[in-house]
């Protein structure tokens, strides 16, 4: 294992000295200097490039390290000034955890893993293990350094060892999720950004006082060291690591990172052979645009009712977890109390991010219209209007799940944290969440068949379906800042989705004939 990292080593280095040496060649300064491949060919420069590299890289872990967690440091003071240390630990724990399933380096593809394991043909196993070794100990040293000096050795030693422990069963973790789906976590849009927000929602505890402390901590190492043992016997179990290496380490991929983006997106529509074959039962007395539509439905189960399942039981544990500070804490109560009837433009943004229309509109496009637009007939307003219409409903009922858990569970909290004078809200508000779920359901297959953005490799290629995402989550977050008797804003938001829907029946209608086309 030690002669593979000395090689990816020195190619790692060989590689960082040719591309310094191609950039100063390129350099309007030096190109006039340096016109043949001398540099190329002299021992002597390259030697000292070699020294130079390595200690740019050296000190750029250092570096990003210790300014890593200097702020966290500061943030702890900032969020609870009275017990830095234990909010430190409360972060960089719940921070750590997060990096187990997004901060995936050892599989996300680059020129040194091509290089590496599919020109030079060297043991993928090792490698990783090689790779795995240079990544954890540099960085299990900079960290224990580094806490030392701000908080003290024993705690420093703790952190240090539970990031190390966490990394090895991350990357555990990582390897079988891509064996299984085929795909990387950090490519699962989803997934990745609900870990975030419920990641930085938990960072957020010591503002109430609530936070890990030591002992805690000292139980998650010592759970964690048999769980890094059986991870670190699955990756010795573990022999396909050079067909993974070389799907992931194409030349394509390597070169062109949003190529690979491309790729990673179909993946997670793409639909799988089980998936293909669909009970006549489910189909049976259908026809015309209701047949195709209940098809397409059946084949895409897995990736719209996953998600949608994944969103309701994340919600269910919050609301759950909510009612366990409500019954202990009663400032907490009048909080979550008052945000229920007088902040409930929040659901804005929570809606825009639990609603699966995004994803499933990839999942149209790469297994059905990239080629039935081909055909002119799948581009007559009527046909384009009964299709729409079809889906319209099949998403609804899909983003509906996560929506009916998060409207009972606020009418439930509601109830919990004191109650409201007006019974009104306890039904105003749950339809106003529904119509929410309606609303961005409506929202994303509009601008789809306005704005059709997918090329034939899933790349988004239109600036204007660009910019209106980023605008639709512009207007839902710049909505949280409103503060708004819950009844008046649910009734406005009720006719509004209403609105809307007419509206864009109409103009998908209009206009879809001319812009639902293949970029």
């Keep these: 294992m030690f002669n593979v990292l000395r090689m990816s080593l020195k190619i790692d280095i060989n590689y960082a000295i040719n591309s310094f040496i191609y950039t100063l060649k390129k350099a309007p300064i030096f190109k006039d200097l340096f016109v043949d491949d001398s540099l190329y060919k002299s021992h002597k420069a390259k030697s000292i490039i070699r020294v130079l590299a390595i200690i740019l890289s050296s000190f750029r872990i250092i570096f990003y390290k210790c300014i890593y967690i200097s702020i966290l440091y500061i943030i702890s003071h900032y969020l609870n000034s009275k017990n830095t240390v234990n909010t430190f630990i409360h972060i960089y724990v719940l921070l750590t955890i997060l990096g187990m399933f997004v901060n995936n380096k050892l599989l996300s593809p680059s020129t040194k893993k091509y290089f590496s394991i599919v020109l030079f043909n060297m043991d993928a196993k090792k490698f990783f293990k090689s790779d795995l070794f240079i990544e954890i100990i540099p960085s299990f040293i900079v960290n224990f350094i580094t806490i030392s000096i701000l908080i003290n050795v024993k705690i420093a030693l703790l952190l240090s060892l539970f990031a190390f422990l966490s990394r090895i069963i991350g990357e555990a973790f990582n390897i079988w999720y891509y064996k299984k789906y085929k795909y990387l976590v950090i490519s699962n849009l989803v997934l990745y950004w609900t870990l975030l927000f419920i990641v930085l929602g938990l960072c957020c505890l010591p503002f109430i006082n609530i936070y890990f402390t030591y002992k805690y901590l000292l139980l998650l190492v010592l759970l964690f060291i ?50 293909k074959y669909i009970n006549n039962k489910k189909i049976k007395g259908k026809k015309g645009y209701d047949l195709f539509n209940t098809i397409f439905f059946e084949r895409h189960k897995e990736i719209l009712l996953r998600s949608a399942k994944n969103f309701s039981l994340i919600i269910f544990v919050v609301i759950i977890g909510s009612i366990f500070f409500i019954k202990g804490n009663e400032k907490i109560a009048k909080g979550i109390n008052y945000a229920i009837l007088n902040r409930l433009s929040w659901a804005v943004i929570i809606m825009y991010f639990i609603n699966r229309g995004s994803i499933l509109t990839q999942a149209m496009f790469y297994n059905c219209d990239h080629s039935m637009l081909t055909f002119n007939f799948y581009r007559e307003p009527k046909v384009i209007l009964n299709l729409f219409k079809k889906r319209l409903i099949t998403i609804i009922k899909v983003n509906l799940m996560p929506a009916i858990v998060m409207s009972i569970g606020v009418v439930v909290l509601l109830y919990l944290s004191g109650g409201s004078t007006n019974i009104i809200n306890y039904i105003t508000i749950p339809i106003f969440i529904l119509s929410l779920s309606v609303f961005f359901s409506v929202h994303y297959l509009v601008i789809y068949y306005l704005l059709q953005p997918y090329n034939k490799y899933m790349k988004i290629k239109s600036l204007t379906y660009t910019l209106v995402l980023s605008l639709t989550y512009i207007f839902s977050y710049s909505l949280t800042k409103l503060v708004m008797s819950s009844l008046i804003f649910s009734i406005i938001g009720v006719l509004s989705t209403i609105a809307y829907v007419l509206l864009s029946l109409l103009v998908v209608y209009r206009f879809a004939p001319i812009t639902f086309k293949i970029r």
């Design 226 to 275: 048999p769980l890094m043992l059986i991870s670190y016997y699955y990756i010795n179990k573990v022999n396909d690591y050079k067909l993974i290496y070389k799907k992931l380490n194409t030349l394509n991929t390597v070169i062109d990172s949003d190529s690979r983006k491309g790729y990673d997106r179909q993946n997670i529509v793409e639909v799988k052979n089980k998936d």
